[in-house]
């Protein structure tokens, strides 16, 4: 992405702003059709492939490794209720707040996310992004290279632990989800500690019920899979919206909310069945700038305006690079990887002795 984000060309950047505010408020207009049709197609669908592998478990008395394929699809559409939830938090998927509320326990039930709890973390993901000064809540941990270069061995390795892309990708996210969701953070009101401690309960309830109609292990393997999946994409995707070369990080004096939208949030322009599984969160350069834009709006915003548009587009393909962006170098004003800071303490080692043997000569 460019380092000089141009949001219109010979304008202020207050013009500039004032334009995409008017811009995107014709794109927050939530439509009670499409967001009940996303329902439809998105929960239903989750709940057939669970009542098709419970149908496979007790009629046809298939072994609980069958789970596995009608999961890992259930996982996709996971990822979908997963955005319908998201947009519940924002307030933006239908207009009543009680209706988005409602869905927004019922969404979060099926992807065990307690929804005020998440929803006030959230909030704070918005407000922050690409701050230095404020990072901590509703991120990934990221380090400067010099807060990496000074930390404790420990910390060094706990973080490159952290940032490995097994753990990152495949055991952090279940981790999340499964583990750290059934706890309320220490500063969080009443209502959003209620919210995770009522969801544990549900939730509770509900396996409770499903293990005494098919079993343990086909419950445990179906919901494992569908969860693994779900979660794993749902963090890759998150991570490539905000950590990849040309991201955007800023000490909190020079953070500015539009800068940080379109410069730190990504254009992640998917495969037309990705887009749909993923509910169009890759415009997430449009969702930052508006996040009271229904996910079925903002392909539509992207393409209103050409000034969205000068956004570099990541591919599925070159999206993979982003994988070493893993501290940010204050100096480039990049993310890099470990061997490239390596790399570059090597070349700044052999300049000091080279300078120091030309004094001495």
């Not at 307030?91 to 929804?115: D, R």
């Not at 052999?350 to 300078?355: G, I, S, Y």
């Amino acid at each position: 992405m460019e380092k000089e984000i141009k949001l219109l060309s010979q304008t202020s950047h207050k013009e500039a702003t004032s334009k995409w505010k008017r811009i995107v408020a014709e794109h927050q207009k939530p439509s009670a059709v499409r967001a009940s049709w996303q329902v439809f197609n998105s929960i239903g669908p989750y709940f057939a492939l669970w009542g098709l592998w419970i149908y496979m478990s007790l009629g046809l008395s298939l072994s609980s490794w069958w789970a596995i394929p009608p999961a890992l699809l259930s996982g996709m559409f996971l990822v979908r209720v997963f955005i319908i939830f998201h947009d519940c938090g924002h307030g933006s998927f239908y207009k009543s707040k009680k209706v988005n509320n409602y869905l927004g326990f019922i969404s979060g039930f099926l992807t065990f996310t307690p929804y005020y709890h998440w929803r006030w973390e959230h909030s704070v993901h918005h407000a922050t992004s690409g701050d230095l000064d404020r990072r901590g809540m509703g991120d990934i941990w990221t380090l400067t290279v010099k807060e990496y270069l000074e930390s404790s061995r420990w910390r060094k390795i706990s973080y490159r632990l952290v940032r490995n892309p097994i753990v990152l990708f495949l055991i952090a996210p279940i981790f999340l989800f499964l583990v750290l969701e059934r706890f309320p953070s220490k500063n969080s009101k009443p209502r959003e500690k209620r919210s995770v401690w009522f969801m544990n309960f549900a939730l509770l309830s509900v396996a409770a019920g499903l293990v005494s109609i098919i079993g343990f292990l086909p419950w445990f393997v179906f919901q494992l899979s569908a969860m693994l999946m779900a979660s794993s994409c749902g963090v890759w995707m998150f991570y490539v919206q905000h950590q990849y070369e040309d991201a955007y990080w800023v000490e909190g004096e020079e953070w500015d909310y539009t800068t940080a939208a379109i410069q730190g949030s990504s254009f992640y322009k998917l495969p037309r069945v990705l887009q749909w599984f993923s509910g169009n969160i890759g415009f997430h350069h449009i969702h930052h700038l508006s996040p009271k834009i229904p996910n079925y709006n903002l392909e539509r915003c992207h393409w209103s305006d050409p000034m969205f548009q000068e956004v570099k587009a990541m591919t599925l393909w070159s999206s993979l690079k982003s994988i070493n962006s893993r501290l940010w170098d204050e100096d480039s004003k990049k993310m890099i990887g470990f061997g490239q800071l390596k790399r570059q303490l090597r070349e700044e080692k052999a300049d000091l002795e080279a300078t120091a043997s030309r004094e001495a000569a």
